[in-house]
Each structure stands twice: as structure tokens, then as C-alpha cells.
């Protein structure tokens, strides 16, 4: 099953061009995921960019939740349907009772933690699990009228694991690809989950299902030959539950053109001259996340702090500048890490800060997507240690963002999905918060040769795994998925 396949980029990129054609020639594309982005508004990021690039090239349909609720009381369903050139954006409104239950319940506090290895934090309700099998079941039937007999439907994430089930129950024989954006845990962690055999076995209702990871196919493969007697069909197929599926990794990637774009904009430019005037005579580190509990924030924090404690020359010099945008407010987990952190910078800035130095700039906002370039630019070392992340995107825009003669150093947890890739990073084990400190430490000291020398490796792997590469990979693997027989 496995093997470096994304290690050897020449074959995939070969058969990308044949794939793309056939799933042109293949009919229109579909994609369906719980949020939309309007293809046309920049800020949208890498992932919209290079979807709706996949919808404009051949034209397409773009369904997903309107991010509305129905006004009080009515059902889930109103459907919305907007053209944007030759794309349509289909979009359903949900109740909040469903929303509730699919979106905040199953999703966010069952899926997410333990697919993040953090069954601590999940909350198993069967209300909750009612409501997710409800919403996609409702995303089938909505979706069916406005399908055609050659389009090919592609599904992202944990959000609508069953959909292929719900649309394969209704007579949908298209071809059906699903890319999980988180990773798959080890088969005894999904096995806390109750309905575990019930998600898995509807991801053999797809031709194809995409992971961001060698390890995570491993999982998959592992889950279903222990708990399903899955037989290996060879080319990446496995056969279980009177079905076959194909599994492959397919590590996401940037879109390295329009970020470089970002870079050339006044506010990135604004954004690192301010910085550089700024820490003139420091040295800046940075690091950029949504606020989540697999980012390992408190743990990059903790680091940071023993940093100063371990190696004192850095005291008044090093400066960690933390982003972390707001997110899923509300859910009892994210509101304690919230807690958490501003108790953590607070005590480093109380310890160590002097008059005119704080150690911790903590920012609880979002950040304009034009300044991240210039943000990551102005930082020596970035710091991107999740304790579990599927791929994680800020590691490689870091390396993009750098100047080649004169780049900065990433510090990368080896659990997330990027570091199968970005091997040059200086790897940490975010738990060992010695280890990382140490680290940290190396990255400041490192020489110009080295920063160089590593730079140029991770640059050339994050420019020839780009999204284009990860979309054309994924349209070609189902294209030549070998249907169910
Ligand atoms: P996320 O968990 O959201 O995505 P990540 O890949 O790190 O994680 O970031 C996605 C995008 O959000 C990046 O373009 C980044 O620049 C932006 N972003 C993050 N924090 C920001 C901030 N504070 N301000 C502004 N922008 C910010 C999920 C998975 C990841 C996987 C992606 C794509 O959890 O593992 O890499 O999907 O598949």
C-alpha cells in the first residue's frame, strides 16, 4: 500500500495531464464541502483558489451550507443557487437544531478531537450523531436534482463522511472521490468512536479517498484489515464490506504563485519593514495558527519560556509574535485554551519582560491575509508545532514567504502531516518541552550556510507539491479509480 509515491513527483505530475483529461472529458466537476469560498474574492486562500481554478477551468458546481441558519423555527433545506461565471454556488440553509447537532455536535466535538487523537475531549451524544446522519442525508437529496449523468462529485473533509453512502443509496452511480483534511488516527483510537464501523465502512462508498499522509493510509489500511478482513487488491485498492475502494496520500500544498503575489503587496511589504524597524536589534519568531487545541500552542508557549529560562542570552532579544485567530467559540474546549494561553504569556511577559521588552506579543484575531507574508518574512524562526495536524499550510507558506539569500529557520512538530515532506525542518517532539526549547535554540544560533542550504531543500518540495499538483494528482487517481466490480 504504501511506498513514497508523493516522493517521486515525476510519475504523478506525468499522469496528472492524462487524469485531468479524462476527468474533463469525464464531465463536469462537482465539489462538495460543508463551507463554500467565492472563488473570485482573493482573500480566500490557497484551497479556494484552487478548487475554484478546478470549477472555472471546465466549469462546475460548488455545493455546501450557506454558513446561515434558517430564521427561527423552519426546517433545514432552503436551497440558494448564484452563478459566478461558469461556476454555480449551490448553497442549503440548516435549522439550528441541526446545525447543532451535525456541525457543533458530531463534527466538532466527536470528529475532530479524536481524529486528532484526543479522546479526552470527545463527547459521544447520539442526538448528535442523528443530526450528522440527518444533514447528509439532506445534502444527498438536495444535491441528486442537480446532478448530471458524467459529472465527477469530489467531497472534502470530515463534515460529510457518509455522503457518498447517502448519494449511492438514492441510485447516484457517478464517480465519487472524498479527501479527508485532518488525519486518521490509529485503529484503537477510531475504535472509541461508537459508529466507528459505520464511518469507515462509508468511505467504501467513494472510488477514491484521499489522506494527507503516508501514516494516515497506514491507519486506514491497519483499521480495515483488523476490523473488516480487508484484502489488499494491490495499486493502492483494498476490498472490504462488498466493496472496493482506492486510499492514496495526496499532501496537500500552497498555492506558491499567489502567495508570492501576497508577498509583493503594500501591507506585506508595510507589515515586515514595521517588524524588521521594530526588532532591529532582536530577533523575531513567529507563529500563526487558528485557536486549536491540536496546535499545541500552550506547548509552544511553555517552550518558548524555558528558552529564556535555559539559555538567558536570549533574554530581551528573542520575541514571539502568536496569532491565533478565534475560532468555534463557544465549544468549552476552545474557550480553556483561550484561558489557558493568556495565563501562560501573561506569566513569561511577567517574568522576564523588561521596560521596553515584552517577551510574548499575543494577538487574538485574525490576520489580514495580505500582511502573513510579511509577517512570516520579518521572523527568524517560525514555529509550527500542532500536537496532531492532517497537513498544516503556515509551515509551508513560512518557506515560501522567505528571502532565499537570507531565510528564516521552521521549527515543525514531527505530528503533523507536513513533516513527512519538509524533512529539512528542524523537527520537534512538541510534548518535550526541553527537547523543543533546545531547538528553538539551534534555529537562532543556525549559520547563514546551513539556513540557506535547508531553505533551498524545503522551497523546492513545497514549489513541486503545490495545490495545483495535489488537485491534478487527486482528479487523476479518480479518474482512474477502478470502479467497484
Ligand atoms: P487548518 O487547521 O485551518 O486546516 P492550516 O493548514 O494550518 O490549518 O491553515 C490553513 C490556512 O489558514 C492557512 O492558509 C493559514 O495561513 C491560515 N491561517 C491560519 N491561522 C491564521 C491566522 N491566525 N491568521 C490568518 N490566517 C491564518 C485544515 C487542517 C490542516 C490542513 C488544512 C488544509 O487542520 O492540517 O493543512 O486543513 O488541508
Known sequence: MSGERFATPKAPLGTAARGLKAAAGGGRLVVVSNRLADPRKPAAGGLAVAVGEALATSGGLWFGWSGKTADDGAPSGHLQVQHAGKVTLATLDLSRDDLAAYYDGYSNRVLWPVFHYRLDLAQFDDGHFEGYQRVNRLFAQKLLPLLRADDVIWVHDYHLIPLAAELRALGCEQRIGFFLHIPLPPPLILAAIPAH???????????????????????????????????????????????????????IGIDVEEFSALADTAESIDTRDTLREQYAKRQLLVGVDRLDYSKGIPQRLRAFGRLLAN?????????????????????????????QLELLAGRINGDYGELDWMPVRYIHRTLARKRLPGLYRAGRVALVTPLRDGMNLVAKEYVAAQDPADP??????????????????????PYDTGGTAEMIQRALRMSHQERVERHRALMQRVREFDVHWWRKAFLTALAEAQRAG
Open 197 to 251: 464501523e459505520w464511518l469507515i465502512r462509508s468511505l467504501f462508498a467513494y472510488d477514491l479517498v484521499g489522506l494527507q499522509s503516508q501514516a494516515d493510509v497506514a491507519h486506514f489500511t491497519r483499521y480495515v484489515q483488523d476490523e473488516a478482513g480487508a484484502e489488499d487488491l494491490g495499486r493502492d485498492h483494498l476490498r472490504a464490506f462488498s466493496r472496493q475502494v482506492c486510499v492514496r496520500a495526496f499532501p
Open 311 to 339: 539559555y538567558p542570552e536570549n533574554r530581551n532579544s528573542a520575541t514571539l509574535i502568536q496569532v491565533a485567530t478565534p475560532t468555534r467559540e463557544g465549544v468549552g474546549a476552545y474557550d480553556d485554551i483561550r484561558t
Open 408 to 429: 528564516g529557520v521552521l521549527v515543525l512538530s514531527r505530528f503533523t502531516g507536513a513533516a513527512e515532506q519538509l524533512r529539512e525542518a528542524l523537527l520537534v517532539n
